[in-house]
T-cell receptor, first 114, second 110 residues
Framework: AAGVIQSPRHLIKEKRETATLKCYPIPRHDTVYWYQQGPGQDPQFLISFYEKMQSDKGSIPDRFSAQQFSDYHSELNMSSLELGDSALYFC?????????????FGPGTRLTVL | QKEVEQNSGPLSVPEGAIASLNCTYSDRVSQSFFWYRQYSGKSPELIMSIYSNGDKEDGRFTAQLNKASQYVSLLIRDSQPSDSATYLCAVNTGGFKTIFGAGTRLFVKA
């Protein structure tokens, strides 16, 4: 079965640079979630989109923005990168507008900021 | 107090034993509950979801929910070394935001 696709899988950036992470949800899934997971930490919810509209917002820094496109893929844009932004970034997808919907995670993008 | 609390472990059980993982949550309006397994450096993998009080069984896994006590647990029967991972409890209160616990590390000794 098709899974969530994330690209790139690894990314190395310098401080103050920008980064763009991409997420392609499972086919027919219309909701995308972004999470940040630091070493030894639990996944922290950043933001979610349902039917191309922002549906909820968590602890996403103002330096970050995201959107969902007409084909339901999503991009997380990160600017003025800081050392503390180094983490695993996961995208998850689900179908429908319900808290009962199970989220399926992609393999993640490992971002390293030097 | 964290919204979702788990014992960080590590929880060590011998192969073939039952592993019991526990989770408490603070928001009484929470509606849906999930258990994820995460291997080091990998993404969380959904194991079980549970929405109503009682037990839900799927193979070697049983999820238990008690909304009055704001408690959800995961039992793993016949534990295998391949079950060694971090188990994340996740709770949704009705919107799109899912809160994860810090996870319990499980070691299954061969």
């Amino acid at each position: 079965a098709a899974g969530v696709i994330q690209s790139p899988r690894h990314l190395i950036k310098e401080k103050r640079e920008t980064a763009t992470l991409k997420c392609y949800p499972i086919p027919r899934h219309d909701t995308v979630y972004w999470y940040q997971q630091g070493p030894g930490q639990d996944p922290q919810f950043l933001i979610s989109f349902y039917e191309k509209m922002q549906s909820d917002k968590g602890s996403i820094p103002d330096r970050f923005s995201a959107q969902q496109f007409s084909d339901y893929h999503s991009e997380l844009n990160m600017s003025s990168l800081e050392l503390g932004d180094s983490a695993l970034y996961f995208c998850a997808s689900s179908w429908g507008q319900s808290s009962y919907n199970e989220q399926f995670f992609g393999p993640g993008t490992r971002l390293t900021v030097l | 107090q964290k919204e979702v609390e788990q014992n960080s472990g590590p929880l060590s059980v011998p192969e073939g034993a039952i592993a019991s993982l526990n989770c408490t949550y603070s928001d009484r309006v929470s509606q849906s509950f999930f258990w994820y397994r995460q291997y080091s450096g990998k993404s969380p993998e959904l194991i079980m979801s549970i929405y109503s009080n009682g037990d839900k069984e799927d193979g070697r896994f049983t999820a238990q929910l008690n909304k009055a006590s704001q408690y959800v647990s995961l039992l793993i029967r016949d534990s295998q070394p391949s079950d060694s991972a971090t188990y994340l409890c996740a709770v949704n209160t009705g919107g799109f935001k899912t809160i994860f616990g810090a996870g319990t590390r499980l070691f299954v000794k061969a």
